[in-house]
C-alpha cells in the first residue's frame, strides 16, 4: 500500500512539473511572438541574415538533439536500475549540453564584440532575450543535472530520487523541442 501511494504522489508530482512546464512553453511563446514582431527591425543596421551563421546553429542544433538521445539513455538505465550506467549517460548529457551553452556564449561574445549587442537594434534585442532565456534554462538544467549526479552517487537509484530525474529528463527534452523552434524561427527563418 505504501509503494501505491508513492506511486499516486510521484504521478500528482509529474503532472504538478507538466503545469509548471507549459507555463514556461507560455513565456518562450511570447519571446516568440515578440521575435517574430521585431525581426526585421534593424534600425538600419545589419539583418540577422547578416550575422548569423547557420552551419554554426546546425552544430548546436546536433549537438543539443544528441544530448537528449543519451539523456533518454540514461532514463533508460535509470528504470533498470543501473547506477553505472545512469551516471555515465548523464555525464555524456552534462558534457554536451556544456558544449552547447559554450557555442550559444560563444556566439553571442562574436556579436557583442562586432558591435552588434542586444543595444544596438530591436531584432537584435528580441534574438537575444529569446536565445538568451533559452540559455538560462540550459544552464539551470545543467547545474540541476550535475547535484542530481551526486545524489545518484550518493543515494542510488531509490524511488525518491527516480522522481526527480523523470522531471529533469522531461525539463531537458522540453529544450530540446524548444531549441528546435528557434533553430527553425530564428535562425533557418532568417536566411529565407
Known sequence: ?????????????????????????????VLFATFAVLRHSTFGGPSLRDLLDLPFALKETLILLTSSFTAGLAMI??????KRWALIWFGVTFLLGVAFLTLELTEFSHLVHDGNSWQRSASL???????????????V???WMLISMIVIWYRGLTLFVTSKLVRLSLFWHFLDIVWIFIFTIV????FT
Do not use: P
Open 1 to 29: 500500500m505504501n509503494k501505491e501511494m508513492n506511486h499516486g504522489a510521484h504521478d500528482k508530482v509529474v503532472f504538478g512539473f507538466w503545469v509548471y512546464l507549459m507555463t514556461d512553453l507560455l513565456s518562450f511563446a
Open 77 to 82: 538505465a535509470v528504470h533498470g536500475k543501473a
Open 125 to 139: 534585442s528580441a534574438f537575444f532575450a529569446l536565445v538568451g532565456t533559452h540559455g538560462l534554462h540550459i544552464a
Open 141 to 143: 538544467g545543467l547545474l
Open 187 to 190: 535562425y533557418l527563418l532568417s
